[in-house]
């Protein structure tokens, strides 16, 4: 008789009453969140959150790698594998004029990953694609009205659900892929105001919603070296699709006489279907892994948003918005080293120590220039007393952005936690 382990129950249940609310209740206080979808996510998450996020050629036979569904085809036969966790970032943005301290926790996301055959794999799980979160209001002094008020905010959340698989065709490779369904609403507004109560105030409100499915492809060629050593090349592509997104708008002008005030619609535009082409996107990956010992992870990453258009045309015109969205490339790099991984008497000695780096070009140019980050990570993984589970916890210092023309610079510490549930799949009783 078959019987499946009480983390398989806990997952399922998690995943059915989790999906929709989690998903959509991301926090960020970011004025970068302002321009296109929002503050995009990176793709390392778990363990390799502390190596930089690099994880394209990374294979590990107890850990979910999401970023490459090639990956999964590497899990214990009889592996039933959870994986989520959450994050806090203390945000201390400065400008040229001013300066603020935010904080920001979010659930951040949680996949499954179990075995089919020798040779396939599967997984599953729920992200956060994109997040936009900003209040911004500024004074501008005009000649023969006075003070001018603009005020500007929006909200919401993207999220990317995945299910893969991959396969085995002969030994060292692993091809496989990943079904998405991008889905989420982001909400934007905009008031421009007066001193005088003579004056009207205008006010707009623009939504957007997602919903549509993507394909991520995924390879990677696992060659040993020596005894227990391996390289591991891994590649991920994803073309150029084409979103469905349906997008609404509303504007009016508002007028105040004698303390009541009359309302004028200016542009009303209900919620319609169009496309929104996302980019295509490459990354290409090398891992050193000496088993139970030592690994080194390199990654390189690029976008070409450029190319990206919204409802049919491009979102900004760099020579009246001063914004455009260019092409997004990002370098990781990262380690994870085991002293002892069988020690019985030191339990530090099994403990594994990360650390790693990554430096990001984002798909934002303010003000001519393209919008960067440089950050450190550390961390570690702690094991489970007899059990091949694991709580990863990362720690991220990180520089965002620039104070020059006007713009913003981001200093930020960002902790994470992820706990990694490793069960058996499908077990045979002795006894029925």
């Given amino acids: 008789m078959l019987k499946i382990n009480n983390a398989l129950s806990v997952a399922i249940v998690l995943i059915f009453c989790g999906l929709s609310g989690i998903a959509q209740n991301n926090n960020t206080t970011s004025p970068f969140s302002r321009y296109g979808l929002g503050d995009l996510h990176q793709y390392g998450y778990g363990r390799t959150a502390a190596m930089g996020g690099a994880s394209l050629g990374s294979r590990h036979s107890v850990q979910i790698n999401s970023a490459n569904p090639a990956s999964y085809d590497a899990n214990d036969s009889l592996s039933f594998i959870f994986d989520f966790g959450i994050d806090g970032t203390y945000s201390k943005y400065k400008s040229s004029t001013g300066k603020m301290n935010a904080n920001d926790v979010n659930f951040r996301y949680f996949s499954l990953s179990w075995p089919v055959t020798k040779w396939l794999g599967a997984g599953m799980g729920i992200q956060p694609f994109s997040d936009m979160g900003y209040e911004v209001a500024f004074t501008e002094a005009v ?48 008031g421009i105001g007066f001193d005088s109560a003579d004056l009207f105030y205008i006010s707009k409100v623009e939504g957007t919603r997602l919903r549509d499915f993507t394909l991520t492809y995924g390879l990677q060629y696992d060659q040993e070296i020596k005894k227990n050593q391996y390289l591991t090349l891994g590649v991920t592509f994803e073309k150029q699709s084409d979103v469905t997104a349906l997008h609404r708008l509303y504007s009016q002008k508002i007028i105040t006489v004698s303390s009541s005030s009359l309302s004028d619609t200016l542009e009303f535009i209900p919620e319609s279907k169009g496309i929104i082409k996302l980019p295509s996107t490459f990354g290409i990956g090398l891992s050193y892994n000496k088993v139970n010992k030592l690994e080194v992870n390199v990654d390189y990453y690029h976008a070409a948003w450029s190319k990206a258009t919204f409802f049919g045309e491009k979102l900004y015109n760099p020579a009246t918005d001063n ?9 990781s790099a990262g380690f994870e080293y085991i002293p002892n991984a069988f020690s019985i008497r030191n339990y530090f000695s099994r ?28 961390g570690a993984g702690f094991p489970f007393p007899k059990s091949k589970s694991t709580a990863n916890f990362a720690l991220e210092f990180g520089k965002q952005g620039t104070t020059k023309d006007n713009l913003v610079r981001n200093n930020y510490t960002k902790f994470s936690l992820y706990l990694n549930l490793y069960d058996y799949w499908f077990v045979k009783r002795k006894f029925d």
């Fill in 323 to 331: 914004v455009d969205l260019v092409d997004q490339s990002r370098i």
């Fill in 351 to 378: 403990v594994r120590y990360r650390a790693g780096l990554h430096h990001e070009s984002s798909y934002l140019k303010l003000n001519n220039h393209q919008i960067k980050e440089f950050g450190v990570s550390f």
């Fill in 143 to 190: 000649t023969g009205v006075g003070n001018v008020y603009h005020s500007y905010s929006g909200d919401g959340t993207n999220s990317k659900a995945f299910f893969g698989a991959s396969i085995s065709p002969f030994k060292g490779l692993s091809v496989g892929a990943n079904l998405n369904y991008i889905f989420g609403r982001i909400t934007q507004n905009t």
